[in-house]
């Protein structure tokens, strides 16, 4: 079976517009867990815009599947990850003016740095994922680094203006898939994945794992609130 993980950053997004302590990522995991997610992401940005610290520290000690913590592999984060030890760590790259995360990490350019971060990372015995783009040069170097995971990038399929962009970017991602699992390392596959293109991407059989945020977060809101606004009606009304 094919894994869904869920990201819970938008959750904390929600949060931080009050500054207050709901909604909590951490209840929003566990909720995630009950139906049946089989892995939390969160990431912890350098500029603490959703996730802080605290909800990484709690979902530590409360997530029963896999914590994965996405994070950019800069001095502070990585020691944050070194003191937390979560399941995984997934390293990706982060810039402050992004709305999201734009593109894979280049692991080419950065080989010698990750070199010495994904060793400490598997000295303290956390499984890493590089989230590369589908490109082979990219996929040889993740394996050249001991990556035990590469996520596939699939913004560029999922923001895909026509058919044939997304037919020849749906190949690539198959491509690259293949190529992954053939080097070893297990396929994940994140960014923009919805409830119409995952229909596509099921069909990638190498996939082992789906990471997706935005679009079941964005959903419980919508299906959640008929739920909601009845509550509240019946509250008002005593
Ligand atoms: N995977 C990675 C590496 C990401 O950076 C993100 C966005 O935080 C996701 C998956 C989830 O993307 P989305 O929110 O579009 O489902």
């Given amino acids: 079976m094919t894994r869904l993980a869920i990201n819970v950053d938008h959750v904390a997004t929600v949060r931080q517009a009050r500054l207050g302590a709901e909604p909590d990522p951490v209840t929003a995991a566990a909720i995630a867990e009950l139906a049946g997610a089989q892995g939390i992401v969160v990431h912890l940005r350098e500029d603490r815009r959703h996730i802080q610290d605290r909800d990484v520290e709690v979902l530590k ?103 044939t962009a997304r037919q020849d970017e749906f190949e690539r991602l198959v491509d690259a898939a293949k190529l992954t699992k053939k080097l070893g390392m297990g396929v994940h596959a994140g960014h923009g994945v919805d409830y119409r293109n995952i229909l596509w991407l099921r069909e990638i059989e190498e996939i082992e794992e789906f990471s997706i945020g935005h679009a079941v977060i964005a959903r419980a809101v919508l299906v959640g609130l008929d739920q909601a606004v009845r509550e509240m009606i019946a509250l008002i009304n005593k």
């Fill in 61 to 163: 000690r409360t997530v029963k599947t896999r914590l994965n913590l996405e994070m950019a592999a800069t001095r502070e984060i990585v020691q944050i990850a070194l003191k937390l030890v979560p399941d995984m760590v997934t390293l990706v790259p982060e810039k402050r003016q992004e709305l999201t995360t734009e593109g894979g990490l280049d692991v080419i350019v950065h080989e010698d740095a990750l070199a010495g971060v994904i060793k400490l990372f598997h000295e303290a015995d956390m499984a890493v994922s590089l989230f590369i783009n589908a490109d082979p040069k990219q996929i040889k170097t993740a394996h050249r680094l001991h990556a035990d995971f590469v996520e596939l990038h699939t913004g560029t399929f999922a923001e895909a203006k026509t058919f």
